[in-house]
């Protein structure tokens, strides 16, 4: 088990103040979702209850965490907790109220919501049979669960461009996902010491691909390394703004794979120099693979590395397990003579280990009413369009009628198929890219209305030197796609070909033409099944479907504010209420505080921490204390109306609104300090004649600096001046020119300003 850090247990304790301020009006839904999703609790698609996301570092977890989990589930969440495929427990269909209960109980027990959504590095993937595999090449668990620890403690992990997923992998097959993930470790031995080969920059959803092989070799002992320098990396470069390119991939696809490799050794040579983060655990001279994973007579049923020891797989149904069902396994096993361990898996299951060959046998027993022998029933589905807001079929709906046509099937056909992996949307929460067949949700528009449809693939594999994308075959109705299926079971037991990759290879004409067969479309009057999804009563519809909340972050929350404050200060110019000015000047001050750590609803300390933050340190001119201390007075009744203070409420709004776009990738400001000049006017100056706020272009080329300078004129009123520091050569001849042409008035050029040159302008 991991040690929580005291910051994140606090804030787990503070979440029902943030829900109270919510009901009571003190803070927006708007401004309320960057935390709460950041905590792991999601608005579902009825707008009006949640999804719960634990944190089970890498999967491990114990008999008396999980008998929490299924006291709380039992009490809020109707009785049944979802499997997820980054190995955590999901509550559904929860009132905002009970998110706070399933928050606090958790808590009770060792276990953490915060980190499992939003801009963060989520939980570290690891094989949920490390420690006990017969072909691993070391237990892999101590490394992803310093990981965990490691990206807790650093507060700034809970703030990148987008989410960053770290996984570890205890063999070439990748059961830990490495070879597909934004940072993956796969353990390797060379010259009889642990380490790992490297990937990075992989991933699936928008843009989808494998990881590329970073390092062939690291020391077991350097993995932290690797993790501070890609999460650097990610900060430096990642896109804040489009968040539909924001994921470590896209920056590979940017800089070029060399490009990446190149930017991403560079960063790791400076976290090296500048940073010790070792980590050594016992074991320096591991021993070898023992033998494949093989299965026994019951597939669900793998014997360990240590002789006499076996783990059983549990899959319930989609992942979701009815906490009955769960409470009589932690019975079972709560019952024996030894503690069990269990870890979950990336397929929506776990795994219960270290039994002996009996109590493996009588476990087996328990669990055939909910999971499986046959992998085409133990298939994977994302939650879908019941309760994901970017879901466009009812992928779960899917794989019950799936499993509904295989059910009186021969065992002989049943056992043709592999996993199979369903997302509702493109999005790849099912990871359909990664099967041997893959299905995701999409919609055709046709005369008679919408009809649900999959796009099938097949092909995906992850592992050393086999990780690859599935190839999309065609697109098949929802509504055909469970006969398709058997058909194509059928058509592969025909072929008596024993391997499904050799059977696809081998048969490619044959299965594109059974896709064509089962991919017509006839009208409503034909066919109306085709219209109407797996469990749905109302015809098929794109209702309620609306932006996801993954990505919702610290970002949204600053422009909200900095969109409220520009909304007060347009009401005043057409009410003159004094209160709009107050309002405008306490969203301004407390829209930037968030990246300081500073998130209160307390004018007085917004104030406060807003001149400690950006007064003090010279970003704005020090005349706004004393404004500050009139709003404030105006506040308590002291000052009848702020009116002779709109220039100045209008000055602060700018001077947050021009800090907010001069953050670079990491968040800190790039925006140049101000100074005050004799005559107390704001700005930098060379001389008495001159003041003037001065945006900094050096390094700058052209025509780029031409633009940038254009779009910070665009920011002040006309007749004003702004100065713009610019390079010799090539930028300080051409941006004048550029900018006179435009209409602007060139005041001043000077070469010789700070070892570059000022040039002044007075916009048109």
Not at 730 to 751: C, R, T, W
Request: net charge negative; glycine share 8%.
């Amino acid at each position: 088990m991991i040690k929580i850090p005291r910051q994140v247990l606090e804030e787990g304790k503070n979440y029902r103040t943030k829900v109270e301020e919510l009901k009571k009006g003190q803070i927006e839904p708007e401004r309320f979702k960057p935390y709460r999703v950041a905590m792991g609790i999601y608005e579902q698609r009825d707008n009006d209850t949640y999804m719960v996301r634990t944190r089970i570092p890498s999967g491990v977890t114990n008999l008396s965490q999980l008998k929490k989990i299924s006291e709380l589930a039992k009490e809020y969440s109707h009785g049944y907790i979802h499997f997820t495929t980054r190995q955590d427990i999901q509550f559904h269909k929860v009132s905002l109220d009970d998110t706070v209960n399933i928050v606090e109980g958790l808590l009770e027990a060792g276990i953490i919501t915060k980190g499992t959504g939003g801009n963060t590095a989520r939980n570290v993937g690891c094989s949920p049979l490390s420690g006990a595999a017969k072909d691993e090449v070391f237990d892999v668990t101590p490394y992803a669960l310093a990981t965990t620890e490691y990206t807790l403690n650093d507060p700034t992990v809970f703030n990148l461009p987008r989410k960053y997923k770290i996984a570890y992998s205890n063999t070439p097959e990748d059961t830990g996902n490495a070879t597909i993930a934004d940072l993956g470790f796969v353990a390797k031995i060379k010259n009889g010491k642990k380490g790992f080969e490297v990937y990075g920059a992989g991933g699936f959803g928008a843009g989808p691909i494998v990881s590329v092989k970073l390092y062939d070799f690291i020391p077991a002992s350097e993995v932290l390394y690797h993790v501070q320098a890609m999460k650097e990396l990610f900060e430096n470069e990642g896109d804040r703004i489009n968040k539909h390119k924001a994921r470590i991939r896209f920056i590979r696809k940017r800089l070029g794979e060399a490009g990446f490799k190149a930017k991403y050794l560079e960063t790791l040579q400076q976290v090296k120099n500048e940073k010790r983060l070792d980590v050594f655990f016992n074991n320096s001279n591991p021993s070898k693979p023992i033998g494949k994973p093989k299965k026994n007579s019951n597939p669900l049923v793998f014997a360990q590395r240590n002789e006499g020891l076996y783990a059983v797989y549990i899959h319930p149904k989609n992942g979701n397990l009815n906490v009955d069902n769960l409470e009589q396994i932690i019975d079972f096993a709560a019952d024996l003579d030894y503690e069990p361990t269990v870890r979950l898996t990336n397929t929506q299951g776990f795994f219960v280990r270290d039994l002996t060959g009996e109590h493996a046998e009588e476990l087996l027993q328990l669990i055939a009413p909910f999971t499986s022998p046959f992998d085409v029933d133990n298939s994977i589905a994302c939650a879908g369009a019941a309760t994901c807001k970017l879901g466009l079929g009812l992928s779960q709906n899917l794989l019950t009628a799936i499993r509904h046509r295989f059910a009186n099937v021969d065992e002989e056909i049943k056992r043709q198929l592999p996993k199979i992996f369903i997302s509702g949307c493109p999005n790849s929460c099912g990871q359909h890219h990664k099967g041997e067949i893959g299905l995701f949700g999409k919609a055709k528009r046709v005369e008679d209305g919408l009809i649900p449809m999959y796009s099938v693939l097949f092909g995906g594999a992850v592992g050393v030197e086999k990780a690859v994308l599935g190839t999309e075959y065609g697109a098949v109705p929802t509504k055909k796609i469970p006969d398709f299926l058997y058909r194509l079971a059928d058509f592969k037991r025909e072929t008596g070909i024993s391997d499904f990759a050799e059977f696809v290879a081998r048969e490619t004409e044959g299965i594109k033409s059974l896709i064509h067969d089962y991919s017509g479309i006839e009208s409503e009057a034909e066919n109306p099944e085709l219209y109407y999804d797996f469990g749905s009563e109302e015809k098929f519809s794109l209702k309620g479907r609306g932006p996801g909340e993954c990505s919702a972050g610290v970002l949204d929350v600053i422009k909200l504010d900095i969109s409220n404050a520009h909304t007060h200060l347009s009401e005043y110019g057409t009410t003159k209420e004094s209160s709009k000015l107050y309002d405008a000047s306490v969203s301004a001050a407390r829209a930037l505080l968030i990246l300081q750590g500073v998130d209160t609803t307390k004018d007085r300390l917004i104030f406060k921490e807003f001149i400690n933050h950006f007064v003090d340190t010279g970003y704005v001119t020090e005349n706004i204390k004393d404004v500050i201390n009139e709003l404030l007075d105006y506040k308590l009744g002291d000052v009848d109306n702020l009116e002779r203070h709109y220039e100045d409420v209008k000055y602060l709004v700018g001077k947050v609104n021009q800090m907010f776009e001069s953050l670079n990738p990491k968040l800190e400001i790039t925006l140049s300090k101000e100074s005050v000049n004799e005559y107390g006017e704001v700005g930098h100056h060379q001389d008495k004649d001159l003041s003037v706020n001065i945006i900094d272009l050096t390094g700058v080329k052209c025509p780029i600096n031409f633009v940038k300078a254009k779009i910070e004129l665009e920011k002040i009123n006309s007749q004003e001046t702004l100065g713009f520091k610019l390079d010799h050569g090539e930028p300080i001849k051409n941006v004048p020119k550029s900018l006179e042409a435009e209409g602007h008035e060139i005041i001043k050029i000077d070469d010789n300003y700070d070892g570059c040159n000022l040039l002044v302008v007075r916009k048109v």
